[in-house]
């Protein structure tokens, strides 16, 4: 079993930053394997923002792309999220996932508002 935590989340004004962070327990399958940002807003359904490849190729949803910045550091078995110009309809929770095994983190709330 993988333990995904997520953290970073919290309050931001409109146009501000934020950087989530995950951390995966100790795997031999986190090199290799797709990770993922996802979020789920109030009463909608959750959906994939961000996607980073073993070989460091990235995806974005276009609601995010060009704001946000997904990374990953194998070494410390890290993925990360990199939030600019942050706006209302980015609140949500943000959930991390490794798609290798189908792993979910707790989710870290982040509310954009002034």
């Known amino acids: 079993q993988v333990q995904l935590v997520e953290s970073g989340g919290g309050l931001v004004q409109p146009g501000g930053s934020l950087r989530l962070s995950c951390v995966a327990s100790?795997?031999?399958?986190?090199?290799?394997?797709?990770m993922a940002w996802y979020r789920q807003a109030p009463g909608k359904q959750r959906e994939v923002i961000a996607r980073?490849?073993?070989?460091?190729?990235?995806w974005y949803a276009d609601s995010v792309k060009g704001r946000f910045t997904i990374s990953r550091d194998n070494a410390n078995y890290a993925v990360y999220l990199q939030m600019n110009n942050l706006k209302p309809e980015d609140t949500a929770v943000y959930y991390c996932?490794?798609?290798?095994?189908?792993?979910w983190g707790q989710g870290t709330q982040v509310t954009v508002s002034i």
């Open positions: 996932n490794m798609y290798t095994g189908d792993f």
């Open positions: 980073i490849f073993a070989t460091g190729s990235t």
């Open positions: 100790k795997t031999t399958l986190f090199g290799n394997s797709v």
